[in-house]
């Protein structure tokens, strides 16, 4: 059974950092791209980072370019998203997500992911 569990969300002020982690459970070798996604209320789902499991990509949306970074810890089948420089605009429940498609094949696209976690909550305030 494959399981997906988001953790470290909670509320800091503009400019500080968080750290998320996913645990990850029952996937096969033929996971090919894991991911980040963020949804603020009332907007879409939208990719933030992601990752091929080989660690030979990364993937990054411009706007937290620089600011986020994703990376893995493959002895704990850990997927973190260190979060600098944090935004009121990076305000949103955060995803983590996984596919048996390639990143570069569009990893931005949500429809690609066949397994999500729950979700964590993060809040930015000004």
């Known amino acids: 059974q494959v399981q997906l569990v988001e953790s470290g969300g909670g509320s800091v002020q503009a400019g500080g950092s968080l750290r998320l982690s996913c645990q990850v459970s029952?996937?096969?070798?033929?996971?090919?791209?894991m991911a980040w996604f963020r949804q603020a209320q009332g907007k879409e789902r939208e990719g933030v980072a992601a990752?091929?499991?080989?660690?030979?990509?990364?993937y990054y949306f411009d706007p937290v370019r620089g600011r986020f970074t994703i990376s893995q810890d493959r002895a704990k089948n850990t997927i973190y998203l260190q979060m600098d420089s944090l935004k009121p605009e990076d305000t949103a429940m955060y995803y983590c997500?996984?596919?048996?498609?390639?990143?570069?094949?569009?990893?931005?696209?949500?429809?690609?992911?066949?397994?999500w976690g729950q979700g964590t909550q993060v809040t930015v305030s000004s």
């Open positions: 997500a996984a596919t048996t498609s390639w990143c570069y094949m569009g990893w931005r696209l949500s429809d690609k992911y066949g397994y």
């Open positions: 990752l091929r499991p080989d660690g030979l990509n990364t």
């Open positions: 029952g996937l096969t070798s033929n996971t090919r791209c």
